[in-house]
Every structure is written in structure tokens, then in C-alpha cells.
């Protein structure tokens, strides 16, 4: 678990349950993006709430979940290390 320190002292990480991150203080948790299938069952992964692309369509929901996680982890958690 990748955990970006910013210079006001908030914490920010892709969440999950490697950490207790009630440690840090009060927790805002919210979606990267909705992970929803389409018209024909396929998969995508809508990352415009974080001003990302839509990735997809994916065969299988874990591709989605998996393509969204690899998107946030290079854009949306290296632009808060900046």
C-alpha cells in the first residue's frame, strides 16, 4: 500500500484493509470511479469523478477493477505527490 504524505498533513492511499488507516484520524472515503457494465456485459470503468479517462470495455469485472486501480496508482495518486 502506496500512502502520499501532503505538505498539510493529509494522508492519501488507494484504500484497502492493509493498514488500519483510522489511525490517521477521521477518514474520507470515496470511489475512483464507477465500475459498471455496458449495454453488451462488458465492463468499464468511468474514472471522469478524479478527471480520468473511461477505461474498458473488459470481459471480466476484475479487469475493470484491476485497470482502475493501475490508472489511479500512476495518475491520481503520483498528481498528490506532487
Known amino acids: 500500500m502506496e500512502l502520499i504524505i ?24 470515496a470511489r475512483g470511479s464507477p465500475v459498471e457494465p455496458n449495454e453488451h456485459g462488458q465492463w468499464l470503468a468511468d474514472l471522469a469523478p478524479v478527471g480520468g479517462p473511461v477505461l474498458g470495455p473488459f470481459r471480466l469485472r476484475s479487469e475493470a ?18
Open 6 to 29: 501532503t505538505p498539510g498533513g493529509s494522508v492519501r492511499c488507494l484504500y484497502s484493509e492493509e493498514l488500519d488507516l483510522h489511525v490517521f484520524g477521521r477518514l474520507s472515503i
Open 65 to 82: 477493477l484491476e485497470a482502475e486501480r493501475g490508472w489511479l496508482e500512476q495518475h491520481w495518486l503520483q498528481r498528490a505527490a506532487s
